[in-house]
């Protein structure tokens, strides 16, 4: 059978990970896009752009290809969370997030070069914190220095043992590609897994 070729939009190891459990081959090609939130802009609707914009922005290069974007953010009452500036940001943020609840939304783009057609989507997963004594957070750091994640911690990691409960229909979008939406997205595509 002639599959398309499937390349994804990421730089992210975590991200090239997952989709290696779906598939066997695919190209990968870093795009270099502004991540700025726009003024106001919704979580759910920032990471759904950008999640557009990487596919997009490597599209001329894949023609008869299906490329996959994605995009995660961090929401805690209801502002996006970045990746902390370093150190004392990182132990805010998760001092913040101690005995609370935080959500992640992950942005899921499938662009077909050939159609034009693309599939986009949003998958929300919530994070219940166990309550972190600043030893704990400084402990964590220590071991799992998570500078480069939003919310300042790795689930694929050590930051598991930072949560109470996880919450949500895919556990794979918790780590920045939600695998269950993807299988779904390419079948509409005619790639059918397993």
Known sequence: MNQPRIV???????????LQRL???????APNIDETP????????????????????????????LIIGSDQACVFKEQILGKPAGHREAVEQLRNASGRIVTFVTGLCLLNTDTGACQVDVVPFRVRFRRLSDDA???YLAR???????GSFHSEGLGIALFER?????????????????????????????
């Not at 598939?23 to 090609?29: E, S």
């Not at 802009?41 to 290809?65: G, I």
Request: aromatic share 4%.
């Open 38 to 65: 726009g003024v106001d802009e919704t979580a759910d609707r920032y990471v759904t752009r950008l999640a557009e914009a990487k596919a997009r922005a490597v599209a001329t290069d894949h023609p008869q290809s």
């Open 23 to 29: 598939l066997d081959q695919f190209q990968i090609d």
């Open 166 to 194: 996880l919450e949500g229909a895919d556990p794979s979008a918790l780590v920045g590609l939600p695998l269950i939406r993807l299988v779904s997205m390419l079948a509409e595509e005619g790639v059918e897994l397993p």
């Open 144 to 150: 799992e220095p998570a500078y480069d994640a939003a």
């Open 8 to 18: 994804l939009a990421s730089g992210s190891t975590h991200r090239r990970a997952l």
């Open 137 to 139: 957070i400084e402990r």
